[in-house]
């Protein structure tokens, strides 16, 4: 069984910094492209940035600059370093992965239960 577990947020004031794990556990063949996606209240959720297994990366206009994503494939976990943290950044932030449990099993798309993250005026 796969699963997916984020770390790392909290309550910072604005300005501050954070920075979100993704780890995968349980039967991993591969790990592929990971997505960070946060929503906040009332809003639709939205991704703020994707990695590939090639590195390739990808943000939303409004982190770009502030945030960078990266990957760890030896410990199967992709972080997510905030800075310059902003009120607006408030959310839950989840990650969702495509994993391979076997090199015969199809990727399949997992989410793992989020994290919270307040920011402070």
């Known amino acids: 069984q796969v699963q997916l577990l984020e770390s790392g947020g909290g309550l910072v004031q604005a300005g501050g910094s954070l920075r979100l794990s993704c780890a995968a556990s349980g039967r991993i063949f591969s790990l592929n492209t990971v997505g960070w996606y946060r929503q906040a209240p009332g809003k639709q959720r939205e991704l703020v940035a994707s990695?590939?297994?090639?590195?390739?990366?990808t943000y939303a206009d409004s982190v770009k600059g502030r945030f960078t994503i990266s990957r760890d494939n030896a410990k199967n976990t992709v972080y997510l370093q905030m800075i310059s943290l902003k009120p607006e950044d408030t959310a839950v932030y989840s990650c969702n992965a495509v994993i391979r449990s076997g090199s015969n099993s199809p990727p399949l798309l997992y989410w793992g239960q989020g994290t919270q993250v307040t920011v402070s005026s």
């Open positions: 990695i590939t297994r090639g590195d390739t990366t």
